[in-house]
């Protein structure tokens, strides 16, 4: 018997706004986002769990308001004056709880934006009161500003990220595998990415076609749940 030749194709991630689902959980995130009215203070601070949207909305933001996106990692003092020129959004601020160089950076383009009166968006996955910024006057002004939270997802968002997961990966996965797996997964983005990522390898690895026999045998659910044998042959959109 040949042996089955596998090739992985690369993830394509959707960032556009036709591609973010809107639902209870990230509605406000989104009116603000994409409000013409400025925010108060210039300022507006995007927290949530990972895969939750953060970066999905901020390039939707950014797209919008001509801004440039930055990692908070990243950030030196000498790179603040040419991004204070426009718009700026720096993604995951927490990070930079321990660094001290990039903390002050960004307390120097906090305080140049809101001289120059330009709008600042900031992403993190807690709450901004628990950032545990060592650098107090920062992390005073991270807690002042404007905050929106994106809560869990209900079903209806779990399975749009679903969708939207296989798709960034040019996966077609058989009709009943997302209601399945919407049942089953835990409440969380995370679990959602891990899911489909393993659904991925799994299938890749073994030939075959993502279904929802394959989605029970990787969360362990019983084989008396399931009606369905796996099927060879796996499918990507396009092919």
Do not use: C
Not at 16 to 36: H, I, K, Q, T, W
Not at 92 to 113: C, G, R, S, T, W
Not at 179 to 206: G, H, K, N, S
Request: no cysteine; aromatic share 6%; net charge negative.
């Amino acid at each position: 018997m040949a042996e089955q030749l596998s090739f992985e194709l690369p993830i394509r991630q959707a960032l556009g706004r036709e591609d973010f689902f809107v639902s209870p959980s990230n509605a406000l995130a989104v009116v603000m986002v994409e409000s013409p009215t400025p925010w108060p203070g210039g300022r507006l601070v995007l927290s949530g769990p990972e895969g939750s949207g953060k970066t999905h909305l901020t390039h939707v933001w950014a797209t919008r308001a001509g801004a440039r996106i930055v990692q908070a990692r990243d950030l030196r003092d000498e790179n603040v004056p040419e991004l204070a020129q426009g718009p700026v959004a720096v993604e995951d601020v927490p990070e930079i709880a321990q660094d001290m160089p990039a903390q002050k950076a960004l307390f120097h383009l906090y305080n140049l934006m809101l001289s120059e009166g330009r709008p600042l968006l900031l992403t993190g996955r807690r709450d901004p009161a628990l950032w545990g910024l060592s650098l107090p006057d920062l992390q005073s002004r991270m807690q002042s500003a404007q905050y929106i939270g994106l809560t869990p997802p209900d079903d209806a968002l779990l399975a749009a990220v679903l969708t939207k997961l296989f798709a960034d990966r040019q996966l077609a996965p058989k009709p009943d595998v997302i209601p399945y797996l919407v049942q089953r997964l835990d409440r969380t983005f995370a679990a959602a990415a891990e899911m489909v990522e393993r659904m991925d390898r799994a299938a890749l690895a073994e030939g075959r076609t993502l279904t929802r026999a394959l989605a029970a045998r990787l969360l362990g659910t019983p084989t008396l749940e399931l009606d369905e044998p796996e099927q060879p042959h796996r499918e990507r959109q396009g092919d």
